[in-house]
């Protein structure tokens, strides 16, 4: 994959502010998703599969990406989402273009759902890959220790340095993947994942257990546990809610950077790191914002009229 470009954005509280646009990955809108698909796709064709399974709501993006993938490659997408987030949306509106087959159940029959489905599948003689939900797994913590290695390739060649780096985190992999990524490099800088739902300890340990699992031995546990911050105070209501300090945020970032970020992964964490300089008087520093997609989110928020003045 081509590397993603770093951006100067400006400054911020007194900080020179970069952005990693990962939202700018030429597939299907891009965005973290886009990164840990290709790794998934990869995987898929070196063996013999005909058809994906994956999971999510109606406004993810890993879903969007699958199925925009499957289409591409001439292979059946099902996605099983939760009936409790199917809402309409932008996302949602371009899986049905890429002709995924969607199963919409009550959370709690997810993982019952994908198993039968799975069954039923194989019975038929199809040959599924299944996908799981935001692509997590060692696949996608992979993709981004690719990701940091492109963060170290650019400030060796440009002779700026990162002192800390912020982003969103869901499930954890693109938070482990980064601080893989740094315990290979040896580095100390700080890397701080803002919640947009867990809280902790659990957010946090599912990051340092995918870290774990994916090291396997390569950085000591205790290296690991510094390395994990997991800040859990902007979650809002979680995946699907958002709130007026959010979409204030989301208005700023349109109207003063040109930068469009979204109410449940993006905006959630550009407000977390703003919050976090002020709060720790950090100055003077060079600062990396990942942006990790959601660009069809920020048109969804725009519809609604939410983030107008
Ligand atoms: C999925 C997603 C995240 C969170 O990534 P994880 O690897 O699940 O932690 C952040 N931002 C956007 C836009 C996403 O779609």
Redesign the pocket.
């Known amino acids: 994959m081509q590397h993603t470009l770093i951006q100067k954005l400006g400054t911020l509280e007194g900080n020179r502010l970069f952005v990693k646009r990962e939202d700018l990955i030429p597939l299907s809108f891009g ?3 886009a990164r840990k698909a290709e790794l998934f796709f990869r995987d898929i064709q070196a063996g013999s599969f005909d058809c994906v399974v994956t999971y999510g709501s109606s406004s993810s ?2 879903c969007r990406i699958i199925s925009n993938l499957c289409a591409m490659h001439g292979m059946g997408c099902y996605i099983v989402s939760p009936q409790e987030a199917s809402g309409e949306t932008f996302n949602r509106a371009l899986m049905r273009m890429f002709g995924a087959k969607i199963t919409t159940v009550p959370v709690d029959s997810v993982h019952d759902t994908i198993e039968d489905l799975l069954q039923a599948l194989k019975a038929e003689g199809y040959a599924p890959y299944f996908i799981p939900g ?1 692509g997590h797994g060692n696949l ?1 913590t992979e993709a981004y220790v690719q990701c940091y290695d492109e963060i170290c390739d650019w400030e060796k060649e440009t002779g700026t340095f990162f002192d800390s780096i912020y982003f ?8 482990a993947g980064l601080v893989a990524g740094q315990l290979l490099h040896g580095d100390v800088r700080r890397i701080t994942g803002i919640s ?1 739902a867990r809280k902790n300890p659990y957010g946090r340990d599912v990051v340092v257990e995918s870290i774990r699992s994916y090291l396997m031995g390569r950085a000591s546990d205790e290296a690991i546990d510094q390395a994990v911050e997991f800040l859990d105070d902007y979650v809002g209501d979680g995946y699907a809610k958002d709130n007026s300090a959010v979409r204030e945020t989301i208005r700023d970032a349109m109207v003063y950077y040109s930068l469009p970020l ?1 109410p449940t ?2 905006g959630k964490a550009f407000m977390g790191m703003r919050n976090t300089i002020r709060n720790r008087n950090i100055h003077n520093q060079n600062i990396l914002f990942i942006h ?3 660009t069809p989110l920020f048109f969804d928020a725009l519809r609604k009229g939410d983030i107008s003045r």
């Open positions: 965005g973290n998703k993006n890993h935001g996608g969103a985190s869901g499930t954890g992999t693109t938070h947009i979204d992964y993006t990790t997609g959601g």
